[in-house]
């Protein structure tokens, strides 16, 4: 059986932090959590000082025109914040993906049920 295949989004409001470790630290964590269950990064989507209250994000137009191709299995995020601050934009970004096939992964996710499950080192 071969890997899913798995892009990563990650995302930050503050243009502060878009020079920081911020974006690096997230990217990290979805790297783990797309070994942990199996998963090949094909691409990593990476947005600094940009709000996650509107849609309209030139990396996230770019990621949503990449899961468009329908050649990825898994969009994982490290947490649903990650892809909108917003309800209506948060659903209608899932629902795409949905849509298209791919399955939506938060890493936070991951570790809340390994914790749960007394599997977390």
């Known amino acids: 059986m071969s890997a899913k295949a798995a892009v990563i989004y990650a995302r930050t409001a503050s243009r502060a932090t878009v020079d920081s470790a911020a974006l690096d630290q997230q990217i990290a964590v979805c790297e783990l959590g797309a070994a942990e269950i199996g998963a090949e990064v094909v691409g990593i989507f990476a947005e600094g000082g940009v709000s996650g209250n509107t849609a309209d994000r030139p990396v996230l137009n770019a990621l949503l025109a990449r899961l468009a191709e329908q ?38 996710d991951l570790s809340r049920r390994e914790r749960a499950n007394g599997s977390a080192q």
Do not use: H, K, Q, W
Request: glycine residues 2%.
């Open 71 to 108: 050649d990825v299995d898994l969009l994982i995020c490290l947490d649903p914040t990650r892809i909108a601050r917003s309800f209506e934009v948060y659903r209608a970004i899932t629902e795409y993906a949905d849509m298209l096939g791919v399955r939506v992964v938060f890493v936070n």
